[in-house]
Structures are given as structure tokens and as C-alpha cells.
């Protein structure tokens, strides 16, 4: 089982960048593949970025490449999301999750959840 903790949301006026971080505790971070999802009031939560347990394989939501990066660090245990350029549009809770993997793909759907950060994007 794995625990992850969001963090580095925060309010940012269009155009600027913010870099959220998710540390996940235990001592087989390495075979964990992640996302960052994001839900919006009134809307469903979606995946913006995800990536396979090694770092070789990423997905992107069509609405964010091109300005966000999802990486994995698995010496450190913890995986992030850097979101450049960003848009009113981009404004809701960003959720890290994680689920255990055996091959290097990216994941469909997930097992752990962090507790959410608030990113708010001003115009």
C-alpha cells in the first residue's frame, strides 16, 4: 500500500507556471505508475498526465501538451507535474494516484489517491 501527499498548488495568474510534487511513502515507489488528475466544480475528475513506473512511457490530455510535464523520480519517491503557460481553464483540484504495475505501461485507472491541492488560475 502506498500513501501519496500533494503539494505546491496555489493561486497563479494566467500565463505562469506551477510545479506540484506528490510524495508517496513505502519502499516500492519504483513499481508504481502515476497521474495527476484535476476535477473542476460541477465537472468530472479527468487525467491530465500520467506515466509509467519507470518514467518511459507518459500520456497527456489533449488540453495540456504542450505546456505540462509529469515526471517521476524514483529515488526520491515522488512524482510531479509541471504546468506551464496556464490558462483560467486549468483552475481545479489536482489529485496524484498511484497503482502497483508489472510492465512499463501508462495506467487506465488507479488504486491509491492523494487529498487534492487547489490550483487557480486568474485572467
Known amino acids: 500500500q502506498v500513501q501519496l501527499v500533494e503539494s505546491g498548488g496555489g493561486l497563479v495568474q494566467a500565463g505562469g507556471s506551477l510545479r506540484l510534487s506528490c510524495a508517496a511513502s513505502?519502499?516500492?515507489?519504483?513499481?508504481?505508475?502515476m497521474g495527476w488528475l484535476r476535477q473542476a466544480p460541477g465537472k468530472e475528475r479527468n487525467v491530465v498526465a500520467a506515466?509509467?513506473?519507470?518514467?518511459?512511457?507518459?500520456y497527456y490530455a489533449d488540453s495540456v501538451k504542450g505546456r505540462f510535464t509529469i515526471s517521476k523520480d524514483n529515488a526520491k519517491n515522488t512524482a510531479f507535474l509541471q504546468m506551464n503557460s496556464l490558462k483560467p481553464e486549468d483552475t481545479a483540484v489536482y489529485y496524484c494516484?498511484?497503482?502497483?504495475?508489472?510492465?512499463?505501461?501508462?495506467?487506465?485507472?488507479?488504486?491509491?489517491w492523494g487529498q487534492g491541492t487547489q490550483v487557480t488560475v486568474s485572467s
Open positions: 513505502g519502499r516500492t515507489f519504483s513499481t508504481y505508475a
Open positions: 494516484a498511484a497503482v502497483s504495475k508489472l510492465s512499463d505501461v501508462v495506467p487506465g485507472k488507479y488504486d491509491y
Open positions: 506515466i509509467s513506473r519507470s518514467g518511459g512511457n507518459t
